[in-house]
């Protein structure tokens, strides 16, 4: 089984910053693709950023030049570094792994979820 464990969520003002963090613990034998999607209340749930295995990183256009998205060397921690936040930013973020599992399999998984609140 793998937990995915995240941090870093709060409430901050407009034009402030946070870093959420995504911790994988458990037993794998790899994690190919790491990102963070976020749903704000009454709307669907979209990718704000992806990283590859080979370190591809793509971004949601709303967040380009604002946000970061990075990784530890172990590639098993993902964070996510947020930069000049709106209100518009307000949502739910989730962080989601693709594992390769003890049994050779690929499987999604997703974290609990932290809020992020920006005032204006």
């Known amino acids: 089984q793998v937990q995915l464990v995240e941090s870093g969520g709060g409430l901050v003002q407009a034009g402030g910053s946070l870093r959420l963090s995504c911790a994988a613990s458990?037993?794998?034998?790899?994690?190919?693709?790491m990102a963070w999607y976020r749903q704000a209340p009454g709307k669907q749930r979209e990718l704000v950023a992806s990283i590859t295995n080979t370190g591809r990183i793509n971004y949601a256009d709303s967040v380009k030049g604002r946000f970061t998205i990075s990784r530890n060397n172990a590639k098993t921690t993902v964070y996510l570094q947020m930069n000049s936040l709106e209100p518009e930013d307000t949502a739910v973020y989730y962080c989601?792994?693709?594992?390769?599992?003890?049994?050779?399999?690929?499987?999604?998984?997703w974290g609990q979820g932290t809020q992020v609140t920006v005032s204006s």
């Open positions: 989601n792994d693709r594992v390769l599992t003890t049994r050779m399999s690929l499987v999604n998984y």
């Open positions: 458990g037993s794998f034998l790899s994690i190919n693709d």
